[in-house]
């Protein structure tokens, strides 16, 4: 059950929220334990069956956290007290999802909880990336630089995204027309030809046959194959998910020849913006190349920065690890570290190294798109020449046409 509430704190200052408990006697007692003086407790009314289905359709993502960490960031520099920010902020806050997260943080840190320590209950909303930027801001007393830092970074990753997303629209139209004309050859032209082809009586050629056959197979089973298709697009789907195939992904596509070289640049440029911008917030280097193996998403570089990790406790540099895998490593990220190291300024080096990769994976995407296109069209044509050669052939060789 949940209860709204007015109270006043030990220092006299009125405050009102939300809070969950049992029943109105546990409500009491939760908000006492707080060191609040209850002056108003009223349950909240219920939600109507519909409200409650838009509700759990919504959903938070980087777009919501981006404005949170944003507003956030201007509160602290107006010098806003962080639980009158939380409401201001939750009232301005359009889902109703994301409110009473806001509100239960509001009630954490109201109870004596840290900000980061408060954030840290949603961990599929805050990332370990963004719970030690918000630790690295408490110690230095910086929460409002370290939360436009926060935004910064989270716009980054996500217009990043949505580019790659938004150019893969094209090959996948391709595809989809693809395997459509496919299927409009296979179901209603091969079947057609087929009777005029079975009618001259002759010998047909073993590919004629097949296709002939599989063409058949389709007209008449098409849900078996539909089946077959879909059963094997959410295995791999799954197979992607589980531990195995991520490490199995994660191994073997960074090895293929274009998309290999564009992957590396993808996970040293994510390296290089998670390290630069922890370090410039104050966390520990060590810290910093934890929390980075967490957020790269590769199992590879993961192991890489562990291990890093594990070194530079020992009192090694990062470029004398980094150097032992020239392979996953390019020579201008090394190069950069190795710079950083010497002249105390890491972060700003790595900001550099950020930029670059920036830059070169923008143009390798789009080259690996322009790419794909050609490809593309010369599958399709290549696929539907064959079947209708396949076809056809026979029939020129008997004079029909």
């Known amino acids: 059950m949940k209860f709204n509430y007015q109270a006043r704190s030990k220092t006299g200052e009125i405050q009102t929220g939300m809070v969950e408990a049992s029943n109105r006697e546990a409500a009491f007692s939760v908000l006492k334990a707080h060191g609040l003086y209850v002056t108003a407790l009223e349950q909240t009314t219920a939600i109507p069956f519909y409200a409650q289905k838009l509700k759990a359709i919504e959903r938070v993502n980087k777009k919501d956290i981006v404005l949170f960490s944003r507003q956030a960031s201007i509160m602290f520099k107006s010098n806003v007290p962080i639980i009158e920010s939380f409401r201001a902020i939750a009232k301005q806050t359009r889902k109703s999802v994301f409110r009473e997260k806001i509100l239960k943080i509001t009630t954490e840190i109201e109870g004596g ?5 408060a954030l840290s209950l949603y961990p599929k909303l ?12 408490e110690a230095s007393g910086k929460l409002s630089d370290v939360f436009l830092y926060l935004a910064d970074y989270l716009e980054r990753e996500h217009e990043f995204r949505g580019k790659i997303k938004g150019a893969m629209i094209y090959p996948i139209f391709i595809l989809l027309v693809f395997i459509g004309v496919v299927a409009l050859i296979m179901v209603y032209v091969i079947p057609q030809l087929s009777e005029v082809l079975k009618g001259t009586g002759q010998e047909l050629p073993l590919v004629t046959r097949i296709v002939i056959a599989v063409s058949g197979f389709l007209e008449k089973q098409w849900w078996v194959m539909l089946i077959v298709l879909l059963g094997l697009i959410i295995g791999l789907f799954r197979f992607a998910r589980s531990k195995t195939g991520k490490k199995f992904f994660d191994r073997n596509l960074i090895r293929l ?18 390290l630069s911008t922890l370090i410039s917030g104050g966390v520990p280097i060590s810290q910093a190349l934890q929390i980075t193996g967490e957020v790269v998403n590769n199992d590879l570089y993961k192991e890489i920065l562990i291990e890093t990790r594990d070194e530079v406790k020992k009192g090694e540099t990062i470029s004398s690890v980094l150097e032992k895998y020239p392979s996953l490593i390019f020579p201008l990220f090394y190069q ?3 710079v950083g190291e010497k002249t105390g300024s890491l972060d700003s080096s790595l900001m550099n190294v950020v930029e670059f990769y920036q830059r070169d994976v923008d143009a390798s995407l789009d ?8 490809v593309f069209i010369i599958i399709l044509g290549g696929v539907v020449a064959g079947l209708m050669g396949a076809v056809l052939m026979p029939l020129y060789s008997i004079g029909i046409m």
């Open 336 to 338: 950069m570290i190795t």
């Open 257 to 274: 020849p274009v998309l290999g070289n564009f992957l590396k640049k993808l996970y040293l440029g994510r390296c290089a913006l998670n």
């Open 126 to 137: 805050f990332t370990p990336f963004y719970i030690s930027m918000v630790k690295s801001g």
């Open 367 to 374: 080259n690996f798109i322009r790419l794909l296109e050609p």
């Open 113 to 117: 909880t840290s900000l980061s320590k």
